[in-house]
């Protein structure tokens, strides 16, 4: 299939106007196997009547493709593209065509149950997948209403994007939506069960497959009241209503993503319904995805970029406005601090890799090219920028922009400058320069504070200097809070140093060219410094920060003891940050984190904390025979907060899974205890997932096998259970089970691509270098074959958990550096082994550093 072209869509636009979509859907074949019948009749006009242009239709079959009653042949179709020559100024297009589900979640997605052998059915038209459910103008700036009809099994429920109807046996029909893009238009079909509710005229739906019905109807009340507080948020925030009709929020599975904006019909990975204990951070992160889709109505849906180069107004703003809108309107208040440790960290990693791009590049040529920019950059790096504008514009011009920029394009698309425009014009202020350092420039900043004490240890002087990577030069002006923190003697117990507190925060502005990229920071002089001298305190601006060289040693300690969580956060990331660029050898980072995980309360930053502590730092950065006592000492860490933990934060759950993961040989025991209820920590739940997880680290620790792997599966026949299978039955320690699993990875089509993403997850392990020694190469050699043959999303999937990522070595990265200098690998493949090699590089040398570190007398 030939990707659209920027100056393809740009062309059809100009030439055609889409006045309706008319979709009938017979899905009635789909109970018993993959294929379904499309009719499509779309009405459109022409602006030069004799010209020619082109639909979208990813058919296997046409049984009839007909323009102004004119039959267009059996050649019409080629590549994706049925062809329309001789257009008129009012024009009719007719097809029917089988179409084929898929099983990658791209298109029309079918699934079967492996619990009960039910079939569903999803569309997902993102992001130029709706040709594959029926024929169409398939660009986001070509907007028109839809109505749909569908015939289906009498017993199935079929929701559409807008509000639909049962007309008869197993015949639906749905009301025209409003203009819709057509990588929004959406159905969900199957013997889902619905839950129902109305909040302020606006009628909520909650969608399910039946095996997990039970799970949904507990967390129905809560997901509901946070779908209710966003809503009536949103209504506050942007002074205009939802503009959709209905609100079905549908969670499905195998999905791809968190979660795809259809207007009316949101779709959620189902994983979102939780079937085993979570922690209060996996519930807050349910929220803010619930939030960002929500958003979307607004920014990607009522108003949508003109072309995919403007995919940060989607995508920063849902990023943003998500995050805001759970801090504001549900329980989840902490969510800025999830996301300065979370989130951003995954902007930051994006921003400096070798792939990196402004959040608003100049040019995305294809869509091809625009399905790669779905990354850290335009989702957190993008909501970041947003927010020092906030800080920048101030919240009520903010707002009062985004009001004018929803009234001027409703139902409309528009790009950057039409946003500028609406902000400037609120503001007072000239976006140019801001706009230009921000969105138009790729990479990050540093920030470092110098200081200068007197005698007394008193500030003479604090400096704060900006460095932009030299490659990537930009002026960006930043407004940072510097926070100074100290030790609060009156509320220590005997002999401690007491609770780490604020003691003073100062809001300062770094402009785009300070003198020598110093600015002075005259409000510190004379204040005595604290423990920690905190740049970014609030984390306002989004910035590398390091710190006092002084203050590292005792860095751990201050963590240990700091009250205000985000400022915390901030900590955790920047020293994650400064490991992950070998200023801090990882033996380093391992005995802060060691020193200051047992003392977190935030369940947010200690999974996050410890997750980049055991998988990046132990299992990547340190040489094999540093590994095993490395995971003892997070083991350790985690024990002291199993001791300890209190309450339903999920703290002891995160600590239970982080024990799991770090086990040793000596722990099998202990772990195999748990699956028989014996030694379990009081208050831990040992159920479906965690049992998995416990299972997997045996299978590592040669403690469990296929038996078990086989016994665990009859106690539990979910899908969810043979995802966790097949990552477990690729971790086997035999040559046999890793051969099979290499071959279900780059042979296997006829499963879900979920489920060979699984077995992808499942091969490499940190463990089993030796045994899996032989794959490196095979990666290299078999990739670009998948590639060539799978579609985007499977690749981006499979390629990325199958690479070699603990075979730090030289010639990895040379093997992955020749595979990309051949040139045939396609972008999807490319990006993902840039950024794979790029990983690897780190490690390489943090490796070095490591080795230097330990044996420097
Ligand atoms: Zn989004």
Redesign the pocket.
């Given at each position: 299939m030939q990707p659209l072209s920027q100056a393809e869509a740009v062309a059809r636009a100009a030439l055609v106007q889409v006045h309706s979509y008319h979709v009938d859907l017979d899905l009635t074949g789909t109970s018993s196997g993959p294929r379904f019948t499309s009719t499509t009749t779309v009405s459109f006009s022409c602006r030069q009547p004799g010209a020619a242009t082109f639909a979208e239709l990813k058919a296997i079959g046409v049984e009839l493709a007909r323009l102004n009653g004119r039959d267009l042949g059996p050649g019409a179709v080629a590549g994706g593209r049925l062809a329309l020559p001789d257009l008129l100024a009012d024009n009719t297009l007719e097809v029917r065509a089988t179409m084929e589900c898929t099983n990658t979640g791209e298109g029309l997605h079918r699934f079967t149950d492996a619990e009960d052998g039910e079939v569903y059915l999803y569309a997902q038209s993102f992001l130029d997948d709706a040709a594959r459910i029926f024929a169409c103008f398939d660009q986001p700036d070509l907007k028109a209403p839809l109505s749909l009809t569908v015939t289906s099994p009498p017993s199935w429920e079929v929701r559409g994007n807008g509000a639909g109807t049962r007309v008869g046996p197993g015949r639906w029909e749905f009301a025209p939506t409003a203009p819709l893009s057509t990588y929004v238009v959406s159905l969900v079909a199957g013997p889902y069960q619905v839950w129902s509710a109305t909040h302020d005229g606006v009628a909520l739906g909650l969608v399910c497959r039946r095996s997990l019905a039970p799970y949904l109807d507990a967390q129905a009340a809560e997901i509901f009241e946070i779908t209710t507080g966003c809503l009536d948020h949103y209504h506050e925030l942007f002074g205009i209503r939802y503009p959709f009709g209905k609100y079905d929020q549908a969670f499905v599975p195998e999905f791809n993503m968190g979660a795809m904006?259809n207007p009316g019909l949101v779709v959620f990975r189902d994983e979102l319904v939780f079937r085993s204990a979570v922690t209060e951070a996996e519930r807050e992160r349910r929220a803010v995805v619930i939030a960002?889709?929500m958003a979307?109505m607004w920014f990607g849906d009522l108003v949508t970029m003109r072309w995919w180069d403007d995919l940060w107004l989607?995508?920063s703003f849902?990023e943003y406005l998500g995050t805001r809108v759970t801090a504001a309107a549900t329980r989840f208040t902490d969510a800025w601090t999830s996301f300065a440790v979370g989130r951003k960290s995954w902007g930051y990693a994006a921003d400096q890799r070798p792939s990196t791009h402004p959040v608003a590049p100049d040019d995305v040529a294809d869509t091809a090219r625009a399905l790669l920019n779905f990354d850290g950059i335009s989702y957190a790096k993008g909501a970041s920028a947003l927010r020092q504008l906030v800080e920048w514009v101030g919240d009520d011009a903010f707002l009062a922009g985004l009001r004018a920029y929803f009234t001027a394009h409703a139902f409309g698309n528009a790009t950057l400058d039409d946003l500028l425009t609406a902000l400037a014009r609120a503001s007072g202020k000239d976006l140019t320069a801001w706009s230009a350092a921000w969105l138009r420039r790729a990479q990050v900043d540093t920030l470092r504070p110098e200081v200068i004490l007197d005698d007394s240890g008193a500030y003479v002087s604090v400096e704060i200097t900006r460095t932009a990577p030299a490659d990537h030069p930009a002026e960006r002006p930043h407004r940072v809070g510097i926070g100074v923190y100290d030790s609060d003697p009156d509320n220590a117990p005997d002999g401690a140093p007491g609770p780490v507190t604020l003691v003073r925060r100062v809001l300062v502005d770094l402009p785009s060219s300070p003198a020598g990229g110093r600015t002075p920071v005259p409000e510190l002089a004379g204040t005595r410094p604290g423990r920690l001298l905190l740049l970014n305190d609030g984390d306002l601006t989004y910035a590398k920060i390091r710190f006092v060289a002084g203050e590292l040693p005792g860095l751990g300690a201050v963590l240990a003891e700091l009250g205000d969580p985000l400022a915390r956060a901030v900590v955790w990331a920047a020293v994650a940050d400064a490991t992950r660029d070998a200023e801090w050898p990882a033996a380093d980072y391992l005995a802060l984190a060691a020193r200051a995980l047992p003392a977190e309360r935030s369940v947010a930053v200690f999974e996050d904390a410890l997750r980049f502590a055991a998988a990046t730092v132990v299992d990547v950065f340190l040489p094999e025979r540093d590994q095993p006592a490395a995971r003892a000492a997070l083991a350790g860490a985690c024990r002291r907060v199993i001791a300890g933990a209190a309450g339903t934060s999920g703290l002891l759950l995160a600590a239970a899974r982080g024990l799991v993961r770090c086990a040793g040989t000596s722990e099998a025991d202990e772990l195999r205890g748990w699956l028989t209820g014996r030694g379990v920590p009081d208050g831990l739940v040992v159920d479906p997932d965690l049992r998995w997880l416990v299972l997997d680290r045996l299978v590592v620790l040669d403690a469990a096998g296929e038996a078990e792997i086989a016994a665990e599966l009859d106690r539990d026949r979910s899908t969810r259970a043979a995802e966790h299978a097949a990552r477990s039955r690729a971790a086997i320690g035999e040559p046999a089970a890793k051969a099979r699993a290499w071959q279900a990875v780059t042979e296997d089509r006829a499963t879900s691509v979920r489920l060979v993403a699984a077995t992808a997850q499942g091969f490499w392990r940190p463990e089993q270098a030796e045994l899996t020694a032989g794959y490196v190469d095979r990666y290299f050699a078999d990739m670009p074959t998948l590639a060539s043959a799978r579609s985007p999303h499977a690749v981006r999937q499979v390629a990325a958990a199958a690479f070699p990522r603990y075979a730090v070595e030289a010639w990895t990265l040379a093997a992955a550096q020749e595979m990309l200098s051949r040139g045939d690998v396609g972008q999807v493949l490319s990006r993902v082994v840039v950024d794979a090699a790029d990983d690897l590089r780190r490690a390489l040398t943090a490796r070095e550093l490591h080795l230097r570190v330990i044996s420097a007398p």
């Open positions: 904006e960002h889709e979307h989607n995508e849902a």
